[in-house]
């Protein structure tokens, strides 16, 4: 049985407010919740519920079974799927980029939705890290979590400012910019270094724009036609990049 | 000054019952409405409200200028942008795919960003029109328009059941899928077909799979990685099908 506290605390952790003060946020979703059971990565479980009847993990002393009206009451999702865990914000020190590794750098990217849509990406073009400046959203909101789509397991994200990053990496760096630069279809791109992406209306800033040597733009093929979604940009540079590599195996048709 | 029912007729353009049932629906935003007002598009404005004191088009007989006030009270943005038109929904009849041009078709779309930011995609990489399984989430939706970015003006879209319409194409029909099929980097990709991507999470139903002779996949580079989000891939998949055409001319660096 929930106590209000424990719902009330819960329900907060919705606000940047009081994930910062707990030091905690929540995953929720059957599908994330097992699959954070099983990472190895950084992420700590302090509570897990799950809800009575359905199907679940072995009961684990941070596992509680409520009822479906009490699920109702803790979730943020208009269905909800039956399991939430409360999850310490890890404290991992700022990884700096290794050769022989592609990484992406987000300049104040805003939107939840653009900023867990990129991590997803990030996953399948297997980059080892996303860089993202103290501006852009934080990845603990709900919604950015929540469209990692289970990446943010996968993929660290270290907030850090990119100007002093870019200018101490010796890989190579290259930036997405709508005006100027190479055509991104006309040029070698390496399997390794820093793709720096930017602002959803202003692009780059000007501060991090002077670090990157290398400019890169998607060729537009209509007169008119405005600009591309930062996530949707991310994915052409990320396919581009990884274009001339071997891809996974495939699984066989089913 | 706007009366209580005008802002209610307004504010119930919302829902989709009333769009339906009044033929109408909002689109909001300075630069879009601009754009609205010079498109020789299918779109009649029937009512515009700009805010008192923006510099804003020429009155015309359906513009009147209200308070910030009461933007506010028919806006659906948190930060209002001093301009809403209220526009007739165009009725235009189903055109069937010409050769020579590329479309996509999109089966089961669900979510209003995923769609709206595909049709960003579409005038960006000179989709003729897109066609949508009655299934898919309303062009007509306030968060649909909004993410289509403008787009919505030049971009045609057509609801109808896809596998008639890809039973009865004459141009090379392919589809994205996530097992099985070609990968996208090693094959020809044409400059002329129908492009059908499917549902958030389901994919292309079978029933339009079986139309689909050309099975395409975009190859993924780490282990465990989940999937891509619909709009990436088609982000993804048209640059590729774009990739041998000379775009157009850029801009000068600026």
Not at 2 to 8: G, M, V
Not at 131 to 136: N, T
Not at 217 to 223: E, H, V
């Amino acid at each position: 049985m929930l106590s209000k506290a424990n719902i009330q605390h819960i329900k907060s952790l919705e606000h940047k407010k009081f994930r910062q003060e707990y030091g905690e946020f929540i995953m929720e979703g059957r599908k994330i919740v097992m699959e954070l059971i099983n990472a190895p990565g950084p992420f700590r479980i302090k509570k897990l519920y799950l809800e009575e009847g359905l199907p679940g993990p072995a009961m684990t002393p941070e596992a509680e079974y409520i009822s479906a009206k009490e699920m109702e009451r803790i979730s943020s999702q208009t269905t909800p799927s039956g399991a939430l865990a409360v999850v310490e914000i890890p404290k991992v020190p700022v990884a700096l980029p290794q050769k022989g590794y592609l990484y992406l750098a987000l300049d104040g990217v805003r939107d939840p939705g653009n900023f867990g849509t990129i991590l997803r990406l990030a996953d399948w073009f297997d980059i080892a890290a996303v860089y993202a400046s103290p501006d852009c959203v934080e990845l603990y909101n709900p919604k950015t979590v929540q469209s990692t789509m289970g990446a943010i397991l996968r993929v660290p994200v270290h907030y850090t400012p990119l100007a002093p990053l870019l200018e101490g990496c010796s890989l190579p760096v290259t930036g997405s910019v709508l005006v100027g630069g190479t055509d991104i279809n006309n040029t070698h791109l390496p399997s390794e270094g820093m793709i720096v992406l930017g602002n959803e209306s202003q692009g780059i800033s000007h501060e991090v724009l002077e670090h990157i040597p290398v400019r890169l733009y998607i060729p537009a093929y209509r007169r008119g036609s405005e600009s591309l979604n930062v996530a949707t940009a991310a994915a052409i540079i990320c396919a581009a990049f990884r274009r001339n590599l071997p891809p996974l195996p495939t699984q066989p048709d089913i």
